[in-house]
């Protein structure tokens, strides 16, 4: 199935403002636990985590999904097609590991935003938790731009069931 | 994703290409060492420190 241009264009425009989106809020998230992770601010650890936990829920998780659902549409709806060319399997791979990876992290996420909500942290609370957000953050934002970086490149290589479709589509076309 | 003519793509030979396999390897090498930081118990490891058993407000 193939989409129109004018539905096209809306498409690609909601995959970009979403991939790019959803890197936007990664990099404001990990600010945001480094912040935690480090400040000797009460206030501003407590604020970071409360913070964490908001953009967590109504920002990454809605736009990781989205970008997912979009990046689907777009090449289902085009002749790139999902498992035709390797980067945009690798791609397609690479959003949902990191949508997968994100929501495994929401629980932990919650934990800190809750923990930060009801008491003071000290900056010996939560070690672990808060180097694993850090950490999380900071290796989601990694993959993001290897993702943006194969979109952009768009690397060579069709996979054989890419080749399989391209002879089927060459076949037909030469009677 | 539009941005180029998918048939320009057409011309490489079928094989993997060079960066798939590297990619490929990266990936792997990844996945192994994060298994093998968490059955030793060396990973990040909040999940298992705090998280569990805790109940959330």
């Known amino acids: 199935m193939t989409m129109t241009p004018r539905l096209r264009k809306f498409a690609l425009t ?52 989205a970008a997912l659902l979009t990046g689907l549409v777009q090449s289902l709806g085009t002749k790139w097609g999902l498992f035709r060319h390797y980067w945009i399997l690798v791609k397609f791979l690479i959003a949902i590991f990191a949508t997968i990876v994100l ?25 672990e938790q808060r180097i694993q957000l850090v950490a999380a953050a900071g290796a989601g934002l990694l993959v993001l731009l290897v993702a943006v970086t194969l979109a952009v490149y768009k690397p060579r290589g069709m996979t054989p069931y890419g080749w399989r479709k391209q002879n089927e589509e060459g076949s037909v076309a030469q009677p | 994703m539009n941005n180029k003519n998918p048939k320009s793509h057409f011309n490489t030979k079928q094989q993997t290409p060079r960066w798939v396999k590297m990619f490929g390897i990266i990936a792997l090498v990844l996945a192994l060492l994060f298994v093998v930081l968490h059955l030793t118990g060396r990973g990040l490891g909040g999940h298992a420190s705090g998280c569990h058993g805790v109940q959330q407000q």
């Open chain 1, 14 to 65: 909601a995959h970009i403002t979403s991939s790019v989106g959803w890197i936007g809020a990664d990099a404001g998230f990990l600010a945001l636990a480094i912040a935690g992770l480090t400040s000797q601010d009460a206030e501003m650890v407590r604020a970071a985590y409360l913070a964490m936990g908001l953009i967590a829920w109504f920002v990454i998780v809605p736009l990781s999904l």
């Open chain 1, 103 to 127: 929501l495994i992290h929401t629980q932990p996420i919650s934990y800190m935003a809750n923990a930060a909500a009801e008491t003071t942290l000290s900056s010996a609370d939560f070690r």
